[in-house]
């Protein structure tokens, strides 16, 4: 419990994690570990209540269950990873909410560890609970638990109150501890305590917390500047649709006054949940505009009002407010719109009126902020139709080169270039190429003048155009000709569809575009020499065209060879196989040995190398 002691302490933990490659070292390891756990469990409040001490145990607590000891999954997480994992932005949530360890190094040491931990300091339940220190050992225990729901059930009864030893489904929260329970959220460390609970919380008890602690309580709890972090939690994890309309009765009429009180982080819990679970998604869209705006209020002033939560809800007279300058956009508000213009089109009109109806300066003030811009890059990543992209798209023309060496603006640059029309795509290319010098000098500036090919407009426009313009033509018809099918399929299993398959579909979609923009970066050139002596439309045109139909032909062929192999595997793998799995699960156009070497001998290597940009 020493500052220095606690350094040597965690460095010996270090040592001994290094050593558990070797099996021979496991019993020597584990008498170690066996005797320090021994003088812990002896008294354990004084360690877990010590800034010092909370830390290395929460080391060995990881030691003893396998864990990496300086993860922050089971470690402190940080806020910002929290709301990420709630508004359904980290990627790795799934696999977060899904660590476990069935197989740990020690686990009847850490068994007994945390059994003992927690039997040694009854009679000190409530400082346990409200410590911010020994907080922290709970809920990196509990995290490292995640798989063991016998356990899980055990430890979780106890930190509610609960003196039962032999916990039955369906009664593991007595009655006699909600209002103590309800209490509790409002310290602050319990509330990080509580929202650890109920992420790695199983079914049936998560379900039985909901029914008989919280429900009833959620916007009480929600105006709370601690309780509303619980409500966060409990609205995130959410398991079915059934729970999400009980949800909606309590706060769904109640966003105007959350977001007035500074509860957005609420508001954006909802909205996530609505699309996680696919229900009550019009009605999210509709409540949080009905929020912003009024009958005093303009639709044009939801987007603003959003990206200025703060400002916005504190100004008294909303229809005289205006973009305030020189302060950041909040990131919640960012979050909320990046939320939003993930929901279908028909959803979101309102926002769309909004962001087209906004000025060309607060658009490029927008896109300069790293908040703003990631809005921007969601609304033209989203489904509304390309017309009101181009909308947007235009009130940064004459800026894209300024953008461009922006930090956060070359991305949205790049966004606008993959939505925007040929003619677009030339003015953004011509404005880049006009700042290629510093551009180049900048971290994304390299990846950026490949990825537009802005040496090649530079130095061959007509073949850029040309290159431009098989693409559109190519992806127009990979989409007609194989999308139509995909496309209304995900429409309507989209009830069903969970956000993992959601991630792995958009993910293949990327792959197959850039598949096609590698192959027509082989068709280009192939035209290379030709298209160079050209002069006149018409054959400008024939080349055109007949890279178009180079480009149908190789996909159609791809189609046909990955229709033959699939059913090749589906007679190979009649049951249930891993391996028949992986391989039917491979993307669409993924490219195979033959692929690459037909592709290699239908490219000329002088032309190539004299065209590569």
Request: charged share 25%.
């Amino acid at each position: 419990m020493d500052r220095s002691g606690s350094h040597v302490a965690e460095t010996a933990l270090k040592s001994l994690a290094m050593h558990l490659q070797d099996e021979h070292a496991h019993s020597i390891i584990e008498e170690t570990l066996k005797s320090i756990c021994k003088v812990i469990v002896a008294n354990p409040v004084d360690v877990m209540c010590n800034c010092y001490g909370s830390h290395v145990l929460r080391s060995l607590l990881c030691l003893c269950r396998g864990a990496p000891l300086d993860s922050s999954d089971f470690h402190r997480a940080k806020p910002s990873q929290i709301l990420a994992e709630r508004l359904n932005l980290d990627a790795s949530q799934s696999n977060r909410n899904n660590l476990s360890y069935h197989h740990p190094v020690f686990s009847e040491l850490s068994k007994f560890l945390i059994s003992g931990i927690l039997a040694s300091s009854r009679k000190d339940l409530r400082t346990l609970q409200t410590d911010q220190y020994s907080s922290l050992v709970l809920q990196t225990a509990l995290r490292l638990l995640v798989g063991n729901d016998p356990e899980l059930l055990q430890i979780i009864s106890i930190l509610l109150g609960s003196n039962k030893e032999n916990v039955v489904e369906g009664n593991f929260i007595p009655m006699t501890v909600v209002h103590d329970v309800l209490n509790l959220t409002k310290e602050t460390a319990y509330s990080h305590l509580m929202e650890v609970i109920l992420e790695v919380a199983p079914q049936s008890l998560y379900d039985e917390m909901f029914t008989k602690v919280f429900r009833n309580s959620l916007f009480d709890l929600s105006s709370h500047h601690c309780a509303n972090f619980v409500v966060q939690a409990l609205v995130s994890h959410a398991r079915d649709q059934d729970q999400m309309a009980l949800i909606w009765e309590e706060l769904g009429g109640k966003f105007r006054e959350l977001l007035e009180m500074g509860r957005s982080g609420v508001v954006a819990a909802l909205i996530a949940a609505s699309q996680r679970l696919h229900t009550h998604e019009r009605k999210c869209c509709e409540a949080l505009a009905a929020a912003v705006s009024s009958t005093n209020v303009s639709p044009r002033c939801i987007v603003p009002g959003i990206l200025f939560l703060e400002s916005y809800f504190s100004c008294e007279d909303k229809s005289n407010w205006n973009w305030p300058k020189g302060i950041k956009i909040q990131i919640i508000g960012s979050l909320i719109l990046q939320a939003v213009f993930r929901f279908p089109s028909e959803f979101i009109q309102p926002y769309v009126t909004s962001i087209t109806s906004m000025e060309a300066d607060h658009v490029l003030e927008a896109a300069k902020d790293a908040a703003g811009a990631r809005v921007i890059e969601a609304y033209l990543s989203s489904k509304v139709s390309a017309k009101q992209k181009h909308r947007v798209v235009l009130k940064l023309k004459g800026h894209f080169g300024e953008l461009s060496v922006h930090p956060s603006g070359s991305f949205t640059v790049e966004r606008c270039f993959t939505a925007s029309s040929l003619s677009l795509r030339e003015t953004i290319a011509s404005e880049l190429s006009a700042v290629r010098n510093a551009l180049s000098k900048t971290k994304q500036g390299p990846h950026l003048i490949r990825k537009l090919d802005i040496d090649g407009f530079t130095a061959r426009p007509d073949q850029w155009r040309l290159k431009q313009s098989a693409k559109q033509l190519t992806y127009k018809e990979f989409y007609s000709t194989f999308g139509s099918n995909d496309t209304k399929s995900s429409r309507k299993d989209s009830f069903l569809a969970d956000s993992s398959k959601q991630t792995s579909n958009s993910q293949g979609i990327k792959n197959m575009r850039k598949e096609i923009d590698n192959c027509l970066d082989s068709t280009a050139l192939l035209l290379g020499k030709s298209g160079l002596k050209r002069c006149s439309e018409k054959e400008e045109h024939r080349g055109e065209k007949y890279a178009k139909h180079v480009m149908v032909d190789d996909i159609s062929k791809r189609k046909n060879k990955k229709k033959n192999k699939k059913n090749q595997v589906a007679s190979e793998y009649t049951g249930p196989s891993s391996k028949g799995a992986e391989i039917a699960a491979k993307p669409f156009l993924s490219t195979d040995k033959t692929a690459k070497k037909r592709n290699r001998s239908n490219r000329p290597s002088k032309a190539s190398k004299k065209l590569k940009p």
